[in-house]
Nanobody, 119 residues
Framework: VQLQASGGGLVQPGGSLRLSCAAS????????IQWFRQAPGKEREGVSC????????YYAESVKGRFTLSRDSAESTVYLQMNSLKVEDTAVYYC?????????????WGQGTLVTVSS
């Protein structure tokens, strides 16, 4: 599976961004897509995930109510709509793919896109 993440940038606190993760290859087998983020000096954390088994996407507590994960009808692109952004959302965001969101490790990774929330 090949993943291409895009959509990062500089935004003021309270603003919005939409990240995209375009997947190609064996997407029917590895249909779970998770967004991770890593801020400077911090551990990587899972932000949101969607797969073929869950009824709705998973969200980390820190982003619930602000971020929305969706997938296009062809299931080739996953979008992370980020609203009410906070300074603490600043990080490099990565999308990753594997079979299930419950996987402890994800085997396929995109290149990352930088989100900077600053006034």
């Amino acid at each position: 599976v090949q993943l291409q993440a895009s959509g990062g940038g500089l935004v003021q606190p309270g603003g919005s961004l939409r990240l995209s993760c375009a997947a190609s290859g064996s997407t029917s087998t590895y249909s779970a897509i998770q967004w991770f983020r890593q801020a400077p000096g911090k551990e990587r954390e899972g932000v949101s995930c969607i797969d073929s088994t869950a009824g709705s996407p998973y969200y980390a507590e820190s982003v619930k109510g602000r971020f929305t994960l969706s997938r296009d009808s062809a299931e080739s692109t996953v979008y992370l709509q980020m609203n009410s952004l906070k300074v603490e959302d600043t990080a490099v965001y990565y999308c990753a793919a594997d079979r299930l969101c419950s996987n402890r490790y994800f085997g396929f990774w995109g290149q990352g896109t930088l989100v900077t929330v600053s006034s």
